[in-house]
């Protein structure tokens, strides 16, 4: 008898597309068109992973992100003085 994987209750786990957000919701939420959504996703100002031709962009990381202004948090490199 084979042991059957645990139930993942509805609205839980990795495969919950709510998690997720699509790109016309960001560029509904910043007040922008889908193509400046591309943009920004390409040129990496908007935290996501690119699968294949899909961008993937979680709802926590677009959150914090939008929380921060665009902000990386963290610890934050310095500005290094110029020797001349």
Partial sequence: M???APRREKG???DDMSSRMLIPEI???L???RIAVYTML????I???RLGRRWIVTRHAFES???TCGMPTGLQRRPGRKVT
């Avoid at 390409?42 to 100002?45: C, D, K, L």
């Fill in 47 to 49: 935290p996501a992973i």
């Fill in 27 to 29: 560029a509904a939420r």
């Fill in 12 to 14: 839980k786990g990795l």
């Fill in 42 to 45: 390409e040129r990496g100002i």
């Fill in 31 to 33: 007040s922008v068109g």
């Fill in 2 to 4: 084979r042991a059957s």
């Fill in 65 to 67: 992100w939008e929380r």
